[in-house]
Nanobody, 122 residues
Framework: QLQASGGGLVQAGGSLRLSCVTSGGTFYKYGMGWFRQAPGKEREFVATISWSGARKDYADSVKGRFSVSRINAENTVYLQMNNLKPEDTAVYYC?????????????????WGQGTLVTVSS
């Protein structure tokens, strides 16, 4: 089970940190990802982090502004979002994979959180 939190309303240029806590599994073995879905659009990849945290990957649209991290002892993955833009407005989902160390495709992920809404005003 995954529980995402930390969303909210922020002005453009502001920051938010999303958290995703997992339970009921071996978190340190999961590749983790963040995805988002804006109104009227398909879900898209945002960031991924490997089991150890050594490998990270980002969508081009968020590189240099977002940072993904994890603390395995706390079963938690974070998404630090800086310099937010109105186009970052979306519901953000965390996801876990028991099959791959990291991945940019939603098909790689077995478990999904409920999503947390991020709204960036201009």
């Amino acid at each position: 089970q995954l529980q995402a939190s930390g969303g909210g309303l922020v002005q453009a240029g502001g920051s938010l940190r999303l958290s995703c806590v997992t339970s009921g599994g071996t978190f340190y073995k999961y590749g983790m990802g963040w995805f988002r879905q804006a109104p009227g659009k398909e879900r898209e990849f945002v960031a991924t982090i490997s089991w150890s945290g050594a490998r990270k990957d980002y969508a081009d649209s968020v590189k240099g502004r977002f940072s993904v991290s994890r603390i395995n002892a706390e079963n938690t993955v974070y998404l630090q979002m800086n310099n937010l833009k109105p186009e970052d407005t979306a519901v953000y989902y965390c996801a876990a994979s028991s099959r791959v160390q990291w991945g940019i495709s939603s098909n790689n992920y077995d478990y999904w959180g409920q999503g947390t809404l991020v709204t960036v005003s201009s």
